[in-house]
């Protein structure tokens, strides 16, 4: 056997115990842990542009997620999801276009108008939004 296949090989064997770790997490239950529990949707990171005092342009984050303890309205709102996060994004992005310069983000006005819209999507009451974090950048 020549020293190449043999280096390989040998190198084959100290890596494939560590391969088949890579995915488990190290407290030995199965798959990832989500947050907020089973009737928790985490939404991913809304975005838009706000132009800040001097004329510079800044970016407006949202973190938020639903809560729907109703199993039927969970599992539709899961295959409503691109629809609610585009009105999100929607809502978020003319928003930060008319927002004033130096006040900080109306958190009121945000929760209520993404409230509405997860209403309007999903066509009846039950999800709850939480806001995680406004910032300004």
């Keep these: 056997m020549d020293r190449r296949r043999l280096l390989s090989l040998a190198l084959f064997a100290a890596l494939a115990p560590a391969a088949a770790w890579a995915g488990k997490p190290k ?5 990832d842990k989500k947050s907020g529990g089973t009737s928790y949707i985490a939404i991913a990171t809304l975005t838009a542009t ?8 800044g970016v407006m984050t949202v973190d938020c997620g ?12 899961q295959l409503l999801l691109p629809r609610l996060r585009a009105a999100y994004i929607q809502t978020v992005q003319i928003y930060a276009a008319g927002m004033p310069q130096g006040p900080p983000p109306s958190i009121d006005y945000l929760s209520r108008e993404l409230q509405r819209q997860t209403d309007l999507t999903l ?15």
């Design 27 to 31: 407290d030995g239950s199965e798959g």
């Design 123 to 137: 066509g009846a009451p039950g999800a709850k939004l939480l806001l995680g974090s406004v910032l300004l950048n």
């Design 50 to 57: 706000v132009v800040k005092p001097g004329g510079r342009r």
């Design 66 to 77: 639903l809560d729907i303890p109703d199993k039927a309205l969970h599992d539709k709102t």
